[in-house]
């Protein structure tokens, strides 16, 4: 009998020579095609060139990286952009629609599309004790709707009781929508999701049932954002994930967070976020869910989504050069991450040199031992232009917060890293008011008396093995 091989007049060891020889050249062909695709992006010079070299040098490990770390571009819904102006025209019906004023303001509404409206009632929520105790009682008396998305949520204590409100309520006939992002939330066990959907809860993955392919290629936008919609008249928003670590005790490290609780106006912006993403993650519109709210309170907010999809530059990018360049007295910031892009870092340091007090709080210790180190990076050249670094001593600092002057500041999940100015899907509240200022600027004040200023020599008496290390991390902070 005649076997495949004889029949194309090939010997064993030639069929494998020549398979092989395929693969190399199909192989080293999606780098030269995948190179072309990276030079037409949107990356930096640096970064094209740096794609493009490994895709054709490297294919074996680059190609795969790329197909990660390079995906596609994600676009908007037009449904969704039409029922945010149909809220906008409810709004301005109500008086509850400003015009934009400030030059940030008039910036924003034309990259996000969200209007600032006032009109609302903010309440700080200062750690994570108070956050959930608040957030779990917004759930059990809620009556139509929970709209819920975490980037973490854990199988622990508290992760059991958001889960166990969640059930009562779809049993008692609320409906209940949940995103969590697969990266963040990785550790959460099958049987969690599956006590949800049994009780009747709606839960997807922020990728949602794709094949499998599209899904990994996006897994590197991540949706970062943590929001809660009540009945569409009350929204909560920050940087707390779902876990047991936001919580004290004498246990276990500590981690210092902040959300805020809002009604009025700005809760509708909310609900539409919510509803871009739950559209993104399943091709399903339930904009039926959406009620506009009136105002009941007086302060001026404006929602600021930002992420991957931003065309033509990352909003929360634009808005933390907007805030440097417009700051006049002080430029106070939080963030757990400090891995600013060159823009940022020259916009701080600009505000400093020209008498600014710009103050920026990070912890002592990291939790991602690569962003620490890069961190370090920055020491010298910030603090030699005036900038005040200031490390958190009780515990972790995870809140991501803003203050400007003394009429603007936000809170939200966006950190000072590259990350969350290019990939992940972030979430910030801007208020520009006097009093929410003020509320804000106390709680960064009393975060500020419990660190202590990092100085130069925390970079130059570092040893050569963690100065080199961290030169290292620097490299790789575009993926950090």
């Given at each position: 009998?005649?076997?495949?091989?004889?029949?194309?007049?090939?010997?064993?060891?030639?069929?494998?020579?020549?398979?092989?020889?395929?693969?190399?050249?199909?192989?080293?062909?999606?780098?030269?095609?995948?190179?072309?695709?990276?030079?037409?992006?949107?990356?930096?010079?640096?970064?094209?060139?740096?794609?493009?070299?490994?895709?054709?040098?490297?294919?074996?490990?680059?190609?795969?990286?790329?197909?990660?770390?390079?995906?596609?571009?994600?676009?908007?819904?037009?449904?969704?952009?039409?029922?945010?102006?149909?809220?906008?025209?409810?709004?301005?019906?109500?008086?509850?629609?400003?015009?934009?004023?400030?030059?940030?303001?008039?910036?924003?509404?034309?990259?996000?599309?969200?209007?600032?409206?006032?009109?609302?009632?903010?309440?700080?929520?200062?750690?994570?004790?108070?956050?959930?105790?608040?957030?779990?009682?917004?759930?059990?008396?809620?009556?139509?709707?929970?709209?819920?998305?975490?980037?973490?949520?854990?199988?622990?204590?508290?992760?059991?009781?958001?889960?166990?409100?969640?059930?009562?309520?779809?049993?008692?006939?609320?409906?209940?929508?949940?995103?969590?992002?697969?990266?963040?939330?990785?550790?959460?066990?099958?049987?969690?999701?599956r006590h949800l959907r049994r009780a009747g809860v709606r839960i997807t993955s922020f990728n949602g049932k794709r094949f499998w392919l599209s899904s990994i290629l996006r897994l590197n936008y991540r949706n970062h954002r943590k929001l809660v919609v009540i009945d569409s008249r009350e929204a909560y928003l920050g940087s707390l994930n779902i876990g047991?670590?936001?919580?004290?005790?004498?246990?276990?490290?500590?981690?210092?967070?902040?959300?805020?609780?809002?009604?009025?106006?700005?809760?509708?912006?909310?609900?539409?976020?919510?509803?871009?993403?739950?559209?993104?993650?399943?091709?399903?519109?339930?904009?039926?869910?959406?009620?506009p709210c009136a105002p009941q309170g007086g302060t001026r907010c404006q929602l600021i989504p930002s992420g991957p999809d931003d065309i033509p530059v990352n909003t929360w990018r634009l808005t933390l050069l907007e805030l440097a360049a417009t700051a006049k007295e002080r430029l106070w910031l939080a963030s757990p991450y400090f891995v600013p892009d060159?823009?940022?870092?020259?916009?701080?340091?600009?505000?400093?040199?020209?008498?600014?007090?710009?103050?920026?709080?990070?912890?002592?210790?990291?939790?991602?031992?690569?962003?620490?180190?890069?961190?370090?990076?920055?020491?010298?050249?910030?603090?030699?232009?005036?900038?005040?670094?200031?490390?958190?001593?009780?515990?972790?600092?995870?809140?991501?917060?803003?203050?400007?002057?003394?009429?603007?500041?936000?809170?939200?999940?966006?950190?000072?890293?590259?990350?969350?100015?290019?990939?992940?899907?972030?979430?910030?509240?801007?208020?520009?008011?006097?009093?929410?200022?003020?509320?804000?600027?106390?709680?960064?004040?009393?975060?500020?008396?419990?660190?202590?200023?990092?100085?130069?020599?925390?970079?130059?008496?570092?040893?050569?093995?963690?100065?080199?290390?961290?030169?290292?991390?620097?490299?790789?902070?575009?993926?950090?």
């Amino acid at each position: 009998m005649t076997s495949p091989l004889q029949f194309l007049h090939l010997s064993p060891g030639s069929f494998w020579s020549t398979t092989l020889a395929g693969l190399v050249f199909l192989v080293h062909l999606s780098g030269i095609a995948l190179a072309i695709h990276a030079l037409c992006r949107e990356h930096s010079p640096q970064g094209t060139i740096a794609w493009m070299l490994g895709l054709i040098l490297l294919p074996w490990i680059t190609v795969p990286l790329y197909l990660v770390l390079g995906a596609a571009r994600i676009r908007r819904h037009t449904s969704i952009r039409l029922l945010r102006e149909s809220i906008q025209n409810f709004l301005c019906q109500h008086g509850a629609w400003d015009a934009p004023t400030s030059q940030i303001s008039r910036t924003l509404t034309h990259c996000t599309g969200y209007s600032p409206c006032s009109g609302n009632d903010v309440h700080l929520l200062r750690d994570g004790n108070d956050t959930y105790r608040n957030l779990l009682q917004a759930i059990r008396n809620a009556q139509h709707s929970i709209l819920l998305e975490f980037f973490i949520i854990r199988n622990d204590r508290v992760g059991i009781r958001l889960r166990k409100a969640l059930e009562d309520r779809a049993r008692a006939g609320v409906q209940v929508y949940v995103i969590y992002d697969e990266v963040g939330s990785h550790k959460l066990p099958a049987g969690y999701l599956r006590h949800l959907r049994r009780a009747g809860v709606r839960i997807t993955s922020f990728n949602g049932k794709r094949f499998w392919l599209s899904s990994i290629l996006r897994l590197n936008y991540r949706n970062h954002r943590k929001l809660v919609v009540i009945d569409s008249r009350e929204a909560y928003l920050g940087s707390l994930n779902i876990g047991l670590e936001y919580t004290r005790s004498a246990r276990r490290t500590y981690w210092r967070d902040t959300f805020v609780r809002l009604r009025g106006p700005v809760v509708s912006q909310c609900l539409v976020s919510f509803l871009d993403d739950w559209q993104r993650a399943t091709g399903e519109n339930i904009s039926h869910l959406s009620t506009p709210c009136a105002p009941q309170g007086g302060t001026r907010c404006q929602l600021i989504p930002s992420g991957p999809d931003d065309i033509p530059v990352n909003t929360w990018r634009l808005t933390l050069l907007e805030l440097a360049a417009t700051a006049k007295e002080r430029l106070w910031l939080a963030s757990p991450y400090f891995v600013p892009d060159e823009a940022v870092q020259s916009a701080l340091c600009g505000a400093a040199l020209r008498g600014v007090d710009v103050r920026v709080l990070i912890p002592r210790r990291g939790d991602s031992i690569a962003a620490h180190l890069a961190m370090l990076t920055y020491i010298p050249g910030m603090i030699a232009c005036g900038v005040h670094l200031l490390a958190y001593e009780p515990g972790f600092l995870h809140e991501k917060v803003c203050v400007k002057d003394a009429d603007s500041s936000s809170i939200g999940t966006a950190n000072l890293d590259e990350r969350s100015m290019r990939l992940n899907f972030e979430l910030t509240l801007l208020m520009e008011d006097t009093s929410a200022t003020a509320g804000v600027a106390a709680m960064l004040e009393q975060d500020m008396a419990e660190a202590s200023p990092i100085t130069p020599d925390r970079w130059h008496k570092a040893a050569l093995i963690t100065r080199l290390m961290a030169n290292c991390c620097r490299l790789l902070s575009p993926a950090l």
